[in-house]
């Protein structure tokens, strides 16, 4: 998810300027159809990684990801980069690191001991921190209704990873860890730092140059370590099943890291940050149902709570 997120312009307003417009009075039928799109996208994005690291290592699934997005947009980046605000590059750089590079690493390594069906229904904490954020640094009001949203959200959490398990040991290590769970909390909470920060700050620039240049900043440092740091060319040369493994990486980043974050900005900048974090309802489906079908194990505590995680994103969004 991850955003990714997931999950990324051009104004020549100061930055003392408001940048962010009052949210619209109703959704349009264009962010419902965004909506679901991405939820399709983020929801498949779990297994491509878990077939990822059949071969590659958490930090060269993480890296290649980021590289490849960064390449596929890197000519609209480059198109935009001339008209940024200077003043905006801090919070392309915020969003980018938070929002999208540190949860590529983090998904990727929680899902070597992690079931996918269970990663995706984790990501669902997105909206949950989006609120946390959104309350603490953005004005975004904390009723006690939305404060028990957060609350179950929590409760869902703790269910899945204490009583739950790993969801089976389909695993690309073969053994299973439910506590690496938790790097998929981090990952979500800067998921809610990036949807705040896009929402609020961003505002006004084109979703595909909010994108391309987000991942103008943090694609080359990924390169970098890609090749460099890891070992990712030499098993690309000489790992059976290399190629194929990178096919599903590439496939990743491209439609769950670069279009997927070109349409959820959008999605953003048409409804509200809340609503648009939402799209977690439907990924837990989408990534259970690919789970189970590539062998991993869902029981009434993992159904427990997925429920209870979705009944406190519900009560979220609604609440006012």
Known sequence: MSPTPTAPAVSTAPETTPVASPPPHRTPASAWVLLITLATIWGTSFILMKKGL??????ELGATRVTVAALLLLPFALKHLPQLERSRVKWLVLSGVVGT?????LFAYAETKLASGLAGVLNALT????????????GQKLTPLRVLGIVLGLVGTVVLMLLGGNGGEATPTGEGNAWYGLYIVLATAGYGVSVNVIKNRLHGIPPLAVTGLLLLYIG?????????GTDFIHKLQTVPGAWKAFGYIVLLATMSTAVAMVLFNKLIQQSTALFAASNTYLVPIMALTWGVLDGEAFNLWHLLGMVIILISVAIIHRAK
């Open 101 to 105: 590079l540190i949860p590529a690493f």
């Open 220 to 228: 080359g440092p990924a390169l970098v370590y890609l090749l460099v």
């Open 127 to 138: 909206a949950v921190f989006t609120l946390v954020v959104g309350a603490l640094f953005f």
């Open 54 to 59: 059949v071969v590659f290592s958490a930090m």
